[in-house]
């Protein structure tokens, strides 16, 4: 006779929600009072289970910042190099949504204080700079530069400096991000909607093949 599926019991459900509940608890740590500042007892008090019930899911505070990234960001990178590989259409638009769906899940999310947390603490913690730098920043960039590549190959973009572009396609979004946060160090109101359209126009402009009709 087979057997029913089995039932999992309510205090086995909340077990395995564990490590997810600490990792939505850590970023908003992270991103409230920076890496150095974030107090694993907290995270875990805000998860709704005792610190030595962390320390089973994550050896150190490090390992669990990594986690937050690895469980975050890195999908997100995935993501984006599936869509690389199979679409079809001009590199413009490519770009045009590279651009819109970074600001949507990451720059207008609590995500993006990962990058204020990166500039404030990086020099104190080289360790994990390193991890965020391979792990996220690498395969970020190389996807900007594979877009351009795509674009310069068709003859679609004219041929530029492919290193110093880009840095020059990342640094205004991580800007954005900053202000999101800081918007004390922007004295003028800036709508992040605006801005990140008038960058996109702006960038493919200059990226446009002289052939290529300007973009409305």
């Known amino acids: 006779m087979e057997s029913g599926p089995t039932i999992k019991t309510r205090w086995e459900r909340r077990k395995d929600a564990r490590p997810q509940e600490l990792l939505s608890a ?18 875990a008090k ?11 899911y994550f050896s150190s505070k490090e390992d669990l910042f990594k986690a937050v990234v690895r469980e975050n960001l890195l999908p997100l990178i995935g993501e984006a190099e599936k869509e690389f590989a199979h679409y079809e ?4 638009n490519l770009f045009r949504r590279y ?10 999310t609590k995500l993006s204080g990962i990058s204020k947390l990166m500039i404030a603490d990086a020099g104190n913690f080289p360790e ?29 973009f004219r041929r530029i400096d492919l290193d110093n572009a880009t840095h020059l396609v990342a640094a ?11 918007p004390n160090a922007c004295q003028t109101p800036i709508s992040p909607e605006h801005y990140v359209a008038t960058f996109i126009d702006l960038y493919l402009n200059g990226l446009l093949n002289d052939k290529t009709a300007p973009l409305p």
């Open 26 to 43: 850590a970023l908003d740590f992270f991103v409230e009072k920076g890496f150095a500042a974030t107090r694993l007892e907290e995270v």
């Open 172 to 182: 205004p979004i991580v800007m954005l991000m900053l202000w999101k946060h800081f």
């Open 89 to 92: 259409g001009s590199s413009a």
């Open 128 to 156: 994990i700079a390193d991890f965020y730098h391979t792990e996220f920043i690498i395969p970020g960039n190389a996807m900007i530069r594979r877009l351009l590549e795509r674009g310069m190959e068709s003859g679609e």
């Open 46 to 56: 805000r998860a709704g289970v005792s610190k030595g019930t962390l320390y089973l």
């Open 99 to 108: 651009m819109l769906s970074w600001w949507e899940r990451i720059g207008n």
